[in-house]
C-alpha cells in the first residue's frame, strides 16, 4: 500500500489523474482515529481524500482491517441517492491504496461535537438529525435487495462490538450476562441498514442543515445500535453540563420525536426498547471501554454515568423518558451519584 502524507498527496493524485496541473494544496485533517483524511484544494475545486490505517490512535491497541473503506465508499454511494444533501458524493476511488475521493462539506461547516460541548444547542437541527437517521432505517428496510449486501459486519466487529460491548463485559462484569444477548442480537439481527458512528462527532453543521460523515461500520443489521449510541453521546454532554442538562434532554426529545416520525418499519415502542438497552452499554463503554470520552473527567459524574447504565441494563429500564428523568437528577439536587428509581 502507499501511504498517503500531506507531502505526497498532490503527486499521488496527478499520477492517479483526479485533477488537472496546476495550484493545489493538501492539508491533514483532524478527529478521527481510524484513518488519514486530507483536504485538497485545486483551482475547479475542493473535496476530501481518506486512507485506512490498521491501527487505530487510542489509548488501549485496536486494530482494524483495511478493507474497511471500501465499506464506506459503497455505502456512501448506496445512501447518497436518498440523502443528497446529507451524504457526501464518491468522487474517486483506488481499492489497491484503500482510497477513496469525496465531495467536501461548506468551509464554513462546523462539527456538532465541538458545537455542543460550547453550549450551542439547536433543536431544530435536532429533529433534522433524528429524521435522517429514521431514513437510512426506513429505506433500507425497504429496500432490502439495495442494502442486504452490506451484511458481513466484520469491522462493525472489531470497531464496536469487541471495543464497546465484549470490553463492558470484561470491564463490568456485573452486566456481563445482561450484555451477552444485545450482543447476540447485534451478530444476528438483519433489519435495517445501521451506520454503526452515527455520532455528533460524524456530523458537520451548516446553514441548519448537515453533512454526516464515517460509514466504515454501515452493516445491513440492528438499527437499534444508533440509536443507544447517539443518544449516549447526548447523555454524556448532558451529565457534563449541569446548567445546561435540562436543554440537552429538550435536544434528545426533539431527535427521537423526528426519528419516530420517520420510520415505519417496526413498532416504534420495540425501536424504544432496543434502543435503551444500546444506551446502557454505550455509556458504560463511553466510560470504561477502549475509546472513552475525553471530555467527561469529573469522576463522581463518570460514576453516575456507571450508575446509570447499569440500571437501564440491570433494573428494567426500557423507556427514553425514564432514562431522561435519571440524566436530570444528575443536575437537579439528587447528587451525581444517585440513581432515582
Not at 490512535?57 to 465499506?71: E, G, M, P, Q
Not at 463518570?302 to 429500564?317: K, M, P, Q, T
Request: aromatic share 10%; with cysteine.
Amino acid at each position: 500500500m502507499f501511504e498517503l502524507t500531506a507531502d505526497n498527496a498532490l503527486d499521488y493524485l496527478r499520477r492517479q489523474g483526479w485533477f488537472d496541473a496546476g495550484p493545489a494544496h493538501a492539508e491533514v485533517l483532524s478527529g478521527g482515529v481510524s484513518n488519514f483524511v486530507l483536504r485538497v484544494t485545486t483551482s475547479a475545486r475542493r473535496f476530501v481524500l481518506k486512507q485506512s490505517r490498521p491501527q487505530l490512535r487510542t489509548r488501549d491497541a485496536w486494530f482494524s482491517d483495511l478493507d474497511r473503506i471500501y465499506r464506506e465508499q459503497e455505502v456512501m454511494e448506496a445512501l447518497h441517492p436518498y440523502l443528497p444533501d446529507v451524504v457526501p458524493e464518491v468522487l474517486h476511488v483506488d481499492r489497491p491504496n484503500y482510497v477513496y475521493a469525496m465531495s467536501h462539506a461548506t468551509l464554513e461547516a462546523k462539527v456538532w461535537k465541538a458545537e455542543l460541548l460550547a453550549g450551542n444547542i439547536d433543536v431544530d437541527l435536532g429533529t433534522k438529525v433524528g429524521q435522517t437517521l429514521g431514513r437510512i432505517h426506513q429505506v433500507s428496510a425497504e429496500n432490502v435487495r439495495r442494502f442486504e449486501a452490506f451484511r458481513d459486519h466484520n469491522v462493525y466487529v472489531q470497531l464496536r462490538v469487541d471495543p464497546f460491548y465484549v470490553r463492558v463485559q470484561e470491564r463490568r462484569p456485573e452486566v456481563a450476562s445482561a450484555v451477552a444477548p444485545i450482543i447476540h442480537g447485534m451478530l444476528t439481527i438483519k433489519e435495517a441498514l445501521c451506520h454503526g458512528d452515527y455520532t455528533p462527532k460524524n456530523i458537520l453543521v451548516h446553514d441548519g442543515s448537515f453533512t454526516l460523515v464515517d460509514y466504515e461500520t454501515a452493516h445491513f443489521g440492528d438499527p437499534t445500535m444508533d440509536l443507544g449510541l447517539f443518544f449516549a453521546h447526548l447523555a454524556l454532554k448532558a451529565v457534563r453540563a449541569d446548567a445546561r442538562c435540562a436543554d440537552f434532554i429538550t435536544l434528545m426529545r426533539s431527535v427521537w420525536n423526528g426519528y419516530r416520525d420517520s420510520v415505519t418499519f417496526l413498532p416504534h415502542a420495540d425501536l424504544e426498547r432496543r434502543g435503551v438497552k444500546h444506551l446502557g452499554v454505550c455509556l458504560l463503554a463511553r466510560i470504561d471501554g477502549t475509546s472513552p470520552v475525553d471530555y467527561l473527567l469529573d469522576e463522581g459524574k463518570r460514576e453516575f454515568v456507571r450508575n446509570l447504565g447499569r440500571a437501564i441494563l440491570l433494573d428494567g429500564v426500557d423507556r427514553w423518558e425514564d432514562v431522561w428523568q435519571r440524566v436530570h437528577s444528575s443536575s437537579a439536587g439528587s447528587g451525581v451519584n444517585a440513581i432515582p428509581s
